[in-house]
């Protein structure tokens, strides 16, 4: 190719991207994209595909079954050439379709005996109407009765047939008169026929169920069902769309059964990986007038479709269907080698199913799969494990393989017919590396081509001696309760999983925004982190699952506002999913929710947590200067987010003890003062009358303009100012960083911390030794209790936002739950009470976050 036509050809695929991408299917190009497998491929022979790079990939998904032989095979492409060559006329309806009439008498010959009419189609979804059709006309009946996680297409009436509703909602699906029972379950089929006698038309099942997840039936199912159907007078119909011609090593799947169907629906590999198109084989006793008379098509059935259907038998049948031996023979080779591959990463594979050249292989939705805290435990939880390896065998190893459709976690195994055994063979080695990487956890293996890294040679092995497990069982009787949760910052997000110790922050960040990306309405970014298990001596026990968001503080900042309360809101559907009855909204979550009010109603409880983190604040504050001696009655506290919820509680509650407050929060306008920071102060005035303390004093009889005149109550929109003459400092913000340095605290100053992320740097300790910092929304979990996830503090501490949310699932008390700006002071000390009670205590006054 010369330097010209690379030029053109790539002008041309970046005109044909930027148009798929945003006049055909953006939301599935970003989905492919945020993992790497949106790869344009320019060109094709058998089983290799090649992208715009020049590199080659094998072909091991094989278009869902449509390539028999692989891409642009010879013998179709001859047949196509001489329709051209002969100028055989291509549409001609309304005519006898003698082409047509060809290619149905050789589809008569192979199929099972008696099915001697047939229709065409141009799909396997137009296949199951005209299957519908045609029961519902010869039996006058119309109940329609499918399977459990069966997949017959995505028109109305296949749609309907198609036993997922995640697939049917907001289409009308499934329409009157369709219902399902369990897939392999021959009981279940005979009772429902004897539940409703006369109702259904026809039975429409899966030899293997494809998109389902490659699952095979019990031995004898069909035959069972051929049976059942015909004892109820009901029509058995076969969908071989994806099973059928050759794909499990015999013409058709129900040949291996010795079944014959009433009616067989094909499409796929009719259409030699070159055209779309189906056909519809029947008894001929189904066929009447008032069918072939009135279902008619203007495409299906063509002279061009017709001839490539004949080749395609052509070749299936050549020396004795040595194709389709071919393809059992080689199947089994490779189901050995799959199953070899089981047995050598037992906690990452689960299962081999297929027969012939449709095989699945299905991994692991265990979050604890790894042995240790992990990232591709969640993915795992998620049932995202086989796109994550799917994407490491396109980009690292050029293999081609793709997830099911509804069985997310089964890796779909369906190559040419006509694949090589040194091709499978590389397969096989490639799959291979990839379950190792995955088997150790090692994230910069299976998934670091995302960011760039290059291939590893081998995995990374970590000693998992020692380390708990992200995920506790639950028993009898514990209160559920979830927590949402996302890092913090980018030191944070790698304190999860030690495999991202080998990523720069930038490659981190990466891997977030891919994780934000690779997410739908039908498969919700939030995920699964681990779980843990409150003990408390009071015999009450509480079982809590940690709901992950990928986005930092930042990241769910700059998120449109909308964006960004969908996402919790998915994160807290996937908690009450789970069966918790009060969820917390931890870190950012409850910023960008407007404190959980832009939630609304939810199917349980829902709280921020900020009651109890005020109330382990203020008992802190009052530990420290009681431990130091202190007195409280002549202190100056600054308070920085005096305008927040959690700040507004502190100040109001150390209001009655303590000599004078500096408010802190953001300006007005005009540089007034802000409304809520004015109206805070009211507050602090109202609660402080009766009090011990100098600002107490002054209070009495005054107002806020009294008390900013005597100089015992400031305001302040510039942190640094605001802390400067502070002996005590509550930072309470909502900042994603920190607001002061540590040249701008007084000599000597207390700090107590209860934002997250920290507003007062973690070196300020090592350059201002006279400082105390510490975090003041840090509680230690009850004796016992087993919460051992790293989400950035020690082992056996938590934050006081989380512990509320225990506290709630323990006490059943979820009225006290912290929801908007305004916490009750009665709720704030009830929830004391509650940790008391629960052995909830105080951490030490000191740092705890891990990172330190």
Not at 427 to 433: E, T
Request: one cysteine or more; aromatic letters at 6%; proline letters at 5%.
């Amino acid at each position: 190719m010369t330097d010209i036509s690379i030029g053109r050809v790539s002008t041309e695929i970046s005109i044909g991207r930027e148009g798929y991408a945003t006049a055909v299917n953006p939301e599935l190009v970003r989905l492919l994209d945020a993992v790497d497998l949106g790869v344009e491929y320019v060109s094709g022979r058998g089983t290799e595909l090649y992208d715009a790079t020049g590199r080659v990939h094998l072909d091991f998904a094989g278009a869902y079954g449509a390539l028999p032989f692989g891409h642009n095979p010879d013998s179709v492409w001859r047949a196509m050439d001489a329709v051209r060559a002969g100028g055989e006329a291509v549409f001609v309806q309304p005519s006898v379709l003698f082409p047509a009439g060809e290619l149905a008498v050789r589809l008569v010959a192979v199929a099972p005996q008696g099915l001697g009419r047939v229709t065409f189609v141009n799909s396997g979804a137009e296949a199951i109407e005209v299957a519908i059709k045609i029961a519902r006309s010869a039996t006058g009946r119309l109940g329609v009765l499918s399977t459990e996680n069966s997949f017959h297409g995505k028109t109305l009436g296949a749609l309907s047939a198609t036993g997922n509703s995640k697939y049917q909602t907001g289409f009308g699906a499934p329409a009157p008169g369709f219902a399902s029972v369990a897939f392999g379950d021959s009981d279940a089929l005979e009772r429902a026929f004897v539940d409703a006698p006369g109702e259904f038309a026809v039975f429409v099942v899966e030899p293997i169920q494809g998109e389902g997840g490659v699952v095979t039936p019990p031995e004898g199912y069909l035959a069972r069902v051929r049976e059942i159907c015909t004892e109820h007078g009901v029509l058995m119909a076969l969908d071989e769309v994806q099973t059928g011609l050759g794909r499990t090593g015999t013409m058709f799947a129900c040949d291996a059964d010795g079944v014959v169907p009433d009616i067989l629906a094909l499409a796929k590999a009719l259409g030699g990986g070159v055209l779309p198109s189906g056909a519809v084989l029947c008894k001929p006793e189904l066929m009447g007038e008032s069918f072939a008379l009135r279902h008619t098509s203007t495409f299906a059935g063509n002279a061009l479709t017709a001839r490539v259907g004949i080749a395609v038998l052509d070749q299936l049948t050549a020396d004795g269907g040595a194709l389709v031996a071919r393809a059992r023979d080689i199947g089994s080779i490779v189901e050995a080698e799959l199953r070899r591959l089981a047995a050598k990463y037992p906690a990452v594979v689960t299962d081999v199913r297929g027969r012939g050249l449709l095989l699945g292989l299905e991994l692991t939705d265990d979050i604890n799969f790894v042995g240790r805290q992990a990232i591709l435990g969640s993915i795992a939880d998620q049932q995202n494990l086989a796109v994550m390896v799917s994407s490491y065998l396109s980009q690292v190893e050029g293999i081609r393989v793709a997830p099911t459709l509804f069985g997310a976690r089964v890796l779909r195994i369906e190559p040419p017919l006509t694949v090589t055994e040194s091709e499978c063979s590389r397969m096989i080695a490639a799959l291979d590396r990839a379950l190792a990487f995955a088997s150790e956890g090692d994230l910069g293996g299976l998934i670091g081509h995302l960011v760039g890294r290059p291939p590893k040679p081998e995995p990374t092995a970590e000693s998992i001696v020692g380390k708990r497990l992200p995920f506790v069982r639950e028993e009898a009787g514990d209160g559920k309760f979830g927590f949402i949760a996302h890092p913090l910052d980018l030191d944070f997000f790698a304190a999860f999983d030690t495999s991202l110790a080998e990523f720069s922050h930038p490659e981190r960040g990466d891997l977030l925004g891919r994780f934000a990306s690779a997410t739908s309405e039908l498969n919700p970014s939030p995920f699964v982190i681990g779980s843990g298990r409150i003990i408390t001596e009071q015999d009450s026990a509480a079982h809590g699952t940690l709901i992950g968001l990928p986005f930092t503080s930042k990241g769910l900042l700059t998120l449109p506002p909308a964006a960004a309360v969908a996402a919790v809101a998915g994160a807290a559907n996937l908690a009450f999913e789970r069966g918790a009855a009060v969820v917390g909204l931890g870190g950012y979550s409850s910023v960008v929710t407007g404190n959980g009010l832009a939630l609304g109603r939810m199917a349980g409880v829902l709280t921020t947590g900020n009651s109890f983190t005020a109330a382990a604040s203020i008992r802190a504050v009052h530990r420290v200067c009681a431990e130091r001696g202190i007195d409280l009655a002549t202190v100056r506290v600054a308070v920085l987010g005096a305008a927040g919820a959690i700040g507004r509680t502190i100040a109001r509650a150390l209001a009655p003890d303590v000599g004078s407050i500096a408010l802190v929060g953001r300006p007005g306008e005009r540089g007034q003062i802000a409304p809520k920071l004015w109206d805070a102060a009211g507050e602090l005035v109202d609660a402080a009358r009766g009090g011990s303390g100098g600002f107490a004093g002054a209070a009495e009889n005054a107002t806020v303009d009294n008390l900013v005149t005597s100089g015992h109550l400031e305001f302040f929109d510039d942190p640094k100012a605001g802390v400067a003459r502070a002996d005590i400092v509550i930072a309470a913000t909502s900042a994603p960083h920190s607001l002061i340095d540590a040249a701008d605290l007084a000599a000597d100053a207390i700090v107590c911390d209860v934002a997250q992320p920290p507003n007062i740097p973690h070196d300020v300790e090592r350059i201002r030794p006279d400082v105390t910092v510490f975090d003041g929304g840090i509680v230690r979990l009850p004796a016992g209790s087993d919460f051992g996830l790293n989400y950035g503090i020690a082992p056996g501490l938590t934050y006081a936002c989380m512990a509320e949310t225990m506290l709630l699932s323990l006490s059943g008390e979820f009225e006290l739950r912290s929801i908007g700006t305004a916490l009750d002071p009665a709720s704030v000390h009830r929830l004391g009470v509650l940790a008391d009670r629960y052995g909830f205590e105080l951490a030490e006054a000191t740092r705890w976050r891990e990172s330190d």
